[in-house]
Structures are given as C-alpha cells and as structure tokens.
C-alpha cells in the first residue's frame, strides 16, 4: 500500500526545526541565532518563530551569553531507554495544549495495519471527547479522524480499506456511496482541514488534518458540540498551524 505524500505547512515547519536542532546538537558549546541563521539558511523573522516554539517545547535552551544548546526534551528523546514513554508523555503535554488552545477535544491517531487508532487523546470537563457509539475501525467514512487518515494513502488503499469495513448510514448526513466518498477524498486538499459535519454522531462536529512522518500516516482531530459549529473551521485552522510540534516529537 503506497501513501500519498504531499508536503504540508506544519510538515515543512517540522523539517525547519529538525534542521535547526541538528545545527545547535553539532555545537554542544551553543550556537547564536545569527550562526543558525548563516548555518540553516532560514530568515531571521522565521528563525525567531521556530527558536521561540522549540523553547517552549524544551527542545532547545538558552544560555547566559543568548547562545542555543540542546534542551531536556531532545535530550529524552533521542534516549534509547525509555524513549516510547517520552514520546507519549511529550505529545500528550502538546494535546494538552491544543486543547487548551482551540477549546475542544483533541486526539491524535494513527493508521496501522490497515486499522484506524486513536493512541491518545486530550479532554477535559469543559471540552468533553465524543461518545464513540460506533467503533471508529469500522467508521472511517463518516468520521474526521478516518477521513484524513484514508486521504493520506493511494487509491488502492482506499478502496481496500473500505471492501473491509461496510459503510453503514450513522446519521441523515453520513456518505453511504464508495464512488461519491472516493471522489470527495481525491478533491481534498493536503493543505485544507478535513471536516465532519454531524456525519458520525448527531450534536457533533469535527475537523482533522494529517500528520504523515515518514511512512507513518497520522492526523490530529477536534471534536465541538453543535451548537459551537460556528467555531470548527477557526478551530481546525488553529489546530493545523500548530500540528507542528507534533510532527517534530514524531521526526525525532
């Protein structure tokens, strides 16, 4: 099964970083930002940006004279032991974020054997996470999540993923057609939010947009009441600016 690989804004975000954080671990003494500006060929506006998040995100630190060195959280990653459980704590800290940042529910899934997971996910009182009425396994056509996963493979993948799971009507809305489903996921764009309105569970609306590291097809969702729907495509839109740090803990 091929992947279709298109570049995305949080994708080339995640590639200038990693470019930066392989500049300031060759300089273990620490690197300035007008050295990581001659050294990576990134601007100095878009430098600032990326130094100001990998910060932030403990992959980076500062030292007294403004010099960059390597932070604690690049430091756990790239450890051999225990690197899973770092990982899954660094994103979840990140979901946690997210979901603070756009006030809904936010997931991370991934496509593996042929199967749809949420690995994780970040919730709250406030920002409940969906009722899962129906295995999402087995409702990719109707969901966010399955969505965007299935756009990110080949035709072939598609077609086969949906001979092995039945595409049941789950609301008045939901795609029952594998032609007219098939035609939509071509049309979509790698750049644009995938959306789900009310097509999986009535009183709810969502939006995903892919993460694929390598040959790891992945997407990050929100879930909104309904009566929010007003609020999904600013929300979507908040959600794939800052999938970048996402992508980077994945790269690592």
Known sequence: MALKHEPTTPYHSAQEALRVLET?????????????ARRTGIGQERLTTLLRMLRREGYVEQIADGAYVTGETLARLTSARRREQALRDKLQQTLDRLR???????????????????TQYADSPATPKV???????????ATAIGKSLLTQLDHAGRRDHLA??????????????????????????PTVPVL???EYAVGTVCAAVPITAGNSVGCLALSLPVEHAHRLRQA???LNRNAGPVLLSMAI
């Open 196 to 198: 789900d309105l009310q």
């Open 236 to 238: 979507a839109d908040t």
């Open 164 to 189: 092995r799971h039945r595409m049941a009507r789950l609301t008045s809305r939901t795609i029952t057609s594998d032609r007219l489903l098939l035609s939509r996921l071509e049309a979509q764009p």
């Open 131 to 141: 009722n899962e009425w129906v295995d999402f396994r087995s409702s990719a056509h």
């Open 100 to 118: 603070d940042s756009v006030g809904a529910a936010v997931y991370m899934s991934r496509y593996v054997d042929g199967e749809i997971a949420v």
């Open 24 to 36: 300031v671990a060759r300089n273990s003494s620490g690197v300035t930002d007008a050295e990581l």
